[in-house]
């Protein structure tokens, strides 16, 4: 909770990321940057149902959860990324890369001049 709360403390109120429990019947935690400090609220996992701790909601999955409550309580409003995503670009070229290896780029049928170079500069060689 204590490294949850650190990363959180610097971020916007809304903020949010879910994290494991140490506690055997807790799920998973959600962790936001309330209005003056971080808060942790605990996310139970019952009969196949996500809800949390304090709340008769309950959602099929911990997307659905959420979900509603991004868009319902605006208590939680944006996930915390300590780094941004990939792009899907970068996902197929790694993808690419992986499949055929970097030795084959220039062997592989209908990729243009440009394609080629993009793959060519993937800079984690499998």
Request: a negative charge; hydrophobic letters at 25%.
């Given at each position: 909770m204590g490294d949850a709360h650190h990363m959180l403390r610097e971020t916007a109120p809304g903020t949010f990321?879910?994290?494991?429990?140490?506690?055997?019947?807790?799920?998973?935690?959600?962790?936001?940057?309330?209005?003056?400090?971080?808060?942790s609220i605990r996310l139970l996992l019952a009969?196949?149902?996500f809800g949390m701790d304090g709340s008769s909601k309950t959602f099929g999955s911990l997307f659905a959860l959420l979900v509603h409550y991004i868009t319902s309580s605006k208590k939680i409003v944006a996930p915390y990324r300590w780094q941004r995503p990939e792009t899907l670009q970068q996902l197929g070229r790694r993808a690419v890369i992986r499949a055929h290896g970097a030795h084959a780029i220039d062997s592989l049928p209908g990729l243009s001049a440009q394609v080629r170079a993009y793959l060519h500069a993937y800079p984690f060689w499998v």
């Open positions: 990321l879910i994290r494991d429990s140490y506690q055997c019947n807790v799920f998973f935690t959600l962790s936001y940057q309330g209005e003056d400090h971080p808060k009969n196949h149902l």
